[in-house]
């Protein structure tokens, strides 16, 4: 996920894989109106488990991951 504060967007890149880490679906998804890297980083949640969902698996494990945080 990125996150630019001056123009309050946000991108979420979602790979969902398999129990063998076959990739089985992937999203790109650019949001508006961020506020917060907080929000951005919710909303990257709740679509991960939207995919998950609309793509009828049954179990769901949500990974982040900030490469610019230390």
């Given amino acids: 996920m990125a996150f630019q504060v001056q123009s309050l967007k946000s991108c979420s890149g979602i790979i969902i894989r398999g129990s063998r880490c076959q990739v089985i ?3 790109a998804i650019v949001n508006e109106h961020m506020p917060s890297i ?3 980083e ?3 949640c709740l679509q991960a488990i939207r995919l998950g969902i609309n793509l009828r698996i049954r179990d769901v494990v ?3 991951g900030r490469p610019w945080a230390k």
């Fill in 42 to 44: 919710a909303l990257a």
């Fill in 38 to 40: 907080f929000t951005a």
């Fill in 62 to 64: 949500v990974k982040g």
């Fill in 25 to 27: 679906g992937l999203k």
